[in-house]
T-cell receptor
């Protein structure tokens, strides 16, 4: 069965550093999403991406965040200057049936 | 007010029991999803519903569009069913809005 993959599985970084989270969606899917889940809280929508551009973003997705599809297969989420409150599990998902990747657990120290 | 409400928040059952988790939503939706999240954190999609009922193995999901309500049933529950069950709705535009989840523990 096709699956969404994410790397790295865990990332520890210092506050203020840039991180890039990577996702490889299912190859023929057109819609991609990033969600995050702060420990003990519910999953929250960050951004959706269609046809190589952002189709919708939440108020969480401020100027420190960016997404791109650099090579037609990878789908990346960049956090420019991480804050303590960015510590969370970040999930990539693709298409309307929402196939989720396994997540990247980000810890900002 | 949350757009997606789940009940109960926590549920403990004995192996073999019939389990029901409820979800109510307050917005117009294109579909409702039931998801399973295991302790490691990964999320698996169980069902996507826009009407009626779906069944997969011991899992049954129903939705009543008029009442804006859905239920997830687990028959003959087993300890391996222990997980967080999340209801989420996709509004027009496809992004998901999530409930807080129901923590299910099935004891042997």
């Amino acid at each position: 069965e096709p699956e969404v993959t994410q790397t790295p599985s865990h990332q520890v970084t210092q506050m203020g550093q840039e991180v890039i989270l990577r996702c490889v969606p299912i190859s023929n899917h057109l819609y991609f999403y990033w969600y995050r889940q702060i420990l003990g809280q519910k999953v929250e929508f960050l951004v959706s991406f269609y046809n190589n551009e952002i189709s919708e973003k939440s108020e969480i997705f401020d100027d420190q965040f960016s997404v791109e599809r650099p090579d037609g297969s990878n789908f990346t989420l960049k956090i420019r200057s991480t804050k303590l409150e960015d510590s969370a599990m970040y999930f990539c998902a693709s298409t309307q049936n929402q196939y989720f990747g396994p997540g990247t657990r980000l810890l900002v120290l | 007010k949350n757009e997606v409400e789940q009940s109960p928040q926590n549920l403990t059952a004995q192996e073999g029991e019939f389990i029901t988790i409820n979800c109510s939503y307050s917005v117009g939706i294109s579909a409702l999803h039931w998801l399973q999240q295991h302790p490691g954190g990964g999320i698996v999609s169980l069902f996507m519903l826009s009407s009626g009922k779906k069944k997969h193995g011991r899992l049954i999901a129903t939705i009543n569009i008029q009442e804006k309500h859905s239920s997830l049933h687990i028959t003959a529950s087993h300890p391996r069913d222990s997980a967080v069950y999340i209801c989420a709705v996709s509004k027009y535009g496809n992004k998901l809005v999530f409930g807080a989840g129901t923590i299910l523990r099935v004891k042997s």
